[in-house]
């Protein structure tokens, strides 16, 4: 009989307890990576302070009211109703770009969401937490107060109206007048209504490299000193009831909610609308001053609190100057840009920004010596979208399902890009200078395709 030696029996026992500490110290590490990716992290953990973040939470049915819809509450309110319908916060989820970008796999959608439907009821799922912090990985569970006719509505009245009592758990209506005895119940907060919109509309956050929401609209608005507010130009005031006048209330200082803003709607329907609703340029042409073969142009941010352009880092102004010769021949075209410009690769950057805050002149100005030239034409055109790219667009439409995949693949005949909001001709001989009318460019912006 062969004995194995002490020194083999020690070996092979070490060996054993080799393998077997490193077996529990896989099992170990396995279950801390699982248990790490798998956590649960509270979303206000992960974007602390950010109201953005999540919706507003399920608005129970409202007293005297229902569901705290849009079309309900046009039951009474109907001209209010119906401005907000043609609005742009009507239009925030169907909006035919927002959803190409929402498509993409690089979209964390549900933070999108946030600002387009914030209304909690507006989702068929609640956000409980992050996967890890992860914010690609939500963790989902089924929304018992979904109301797929409120999801639609996009930005709707309850967003910034409808809350609800810690106390009683219902729903109440702020308002911002008083005076007034509705059906349901209301809460007087002026404060709260004007700076509701700030929730949205004065956010700049990165999420990742790629991935950057940029609007100081607000910011801008608050660097003027001004007392006025988002609603002084965006809602401006008008004389009514609050309500039908089947209800005969009295006829007080009411305000639009048409929400109009950079002149470009999100349907070419909604055109007609725009000036009746509050649309007014922020820019003006102040003065063109043509001599010893230089030409200037001095172009004003006259009626905006803010920046213009603002929100939207892709959007800007393009500026041109056609020379035209005694038979209207172009023998002349000068171009250039007001706004920002940014570098989205590798990462999220902005290079420039030409923007003119409240109150201030942007001055172009160049030399030409063509002495054939007896009339300038001058446009401005608001562009929210450029063709380059909503062909990336078309080409990407494969991201989505219908209706918005087949909206996208005809976006420049169902989408307007882009806005003249302003035309000036000016006679060289005569000094003579000729503004076309705002109703006559948005008749013509109704028919332009594209940028």
Known sequence: MVLRSETTFGNWKLKRNIYISFFLFLVLSA??????????????????????????????????????????????????????????????LSDIQFQSELAKPSSPKWVCLNCHIPIQNQRETIITGLKNGDYFRPIEIANPSFNPEMKEEGVTCATCHVRTDSETNQSYVIGGTGGTSPPHPVKIDRQQLLSRCYDCH???????????????????????????????????????????????????????HGFIGGGVPKSFDLYSDQIRLGYKPGLALSNIKIENNSVELILTNVNAGHHVTTGDPERFYRLTLVGLDKTGK?????????????????????????????????????????????????QAVHVRLKDKTSDYMILSSGYLSSPYKEKVENIKDLYPHSSIVIESTYQLKTKFRKDTPLEELFRRNQQRKGE
């Open 31 to 92: 279950f801390v990576f699982i248990y790490l990716n798998q956590r649960e992290i509270p979303i206000e953990q992960v974007f602390p302070g950010r109201v953005w973040a999540k919706p507003i939470e399920n608005l129970p049915d409202l007293k005297a009211v229902g569901a705290p819809t849009a079309k309900n509450c046009g039951s009474c309110h109907v001209e209010i109703y119906e401005e907000w319908k043609r609005s742009t916060h009507a239009n925030a």
């Open 202 to 256: 004065n956010e700049t956050y990165k999420l990742n490299e790629s991935l950057v929401c940029s609007f100081q609209t607000g910011t801008e608005l608050n660097a003027t000193k001004s007392k006025e507010s988002c609603s002084s130009c965006h809602q401006p005031e008008v004389r009514r009831s609050f309500v039908k006048p089947s209800l005969h209330k009295p006829i007080r200082t009411s305000h639009k």
């Open 330 to 378: 172009t023998i002349l075209k000068e171009e250039t840009t007001i706004g920002q410009e940014w570098s989205w690769s590798p990462s999220a950057k902005k290079v420039s920004d030409s923007r003119i805050p409240s109150g201030k002149e942007f001055v172009w100005k160049f030399s030409q010596t063509n002495p054939s030239i007896e009339t300038y034409l001058f």
